[in-house]
Nanobody
Framework: QLQLEESGGGSVQAGGSLRLSCSAS????????MGWFRQASGKEREGVAS???????TYADSVKGRFTITKDSDKNTLSLQMNSLKAEATAVYYC?????????????????????RGQGTQVTVSS
């Protein structure tokens, strides 16, 4: 059974960088749509980025060019490199996974349907 655990959150000033990691309990190679989602206080969960296969990635417009999602199938890990962080990125970030075809949906729908999720990690960006 797939389980996910995030790490790497923390506090950073605007303009800084953070790298989030997600460890999977089983082999994830080419089997899952996997992604990063975030939920700010009082707001709905939103999609940040997702990836399927070796490197087919989708990004929210708000993070394009600043965030990079990568998957290491040998280590069963998913990562999110976040650069040039803005205060509006403050949220709890979740790693999530689901059947590979879900990556064909838009990120808002993925946020609902990728139901295997970690416990989340807090990211706080101060301006």
């Amino acid at each position: 059974q797939l389980q996910l655990e995030e790490s790497g959150g923390g506090s950073v000033q605007a303009g800084g960088s953070l790298r989030l990691s997600c460890s999977a309990s089983i082999n994830i190679k080419n089997r899952y749509c996997m992604g990063w989602f975030r939920q700010a206080s009082g707001k709905e969960r939103e999609g940040v980025a997702s990836i399927v296969g070796a490197d087919v990635a989708t990004y929210a417009d708000s993070v394009k060019g600043r965030f990079t999602i990568t998957k290491d199938s040998d280590k069963n890990t998913l990562s999110l490199q976040m650069n040039s962080l803005k205060a509006e990125a403050t949220a709890v970030y979740y790693c999530a996974a689901g059947p590979d075809f879900l990556c064909g949906l838009d990120l808002s729908e993925q946020a609902r349907r990728l139901t295997v999720r970690g416990q989340g990690t807090q990211v706080t960006v101060s301006s």
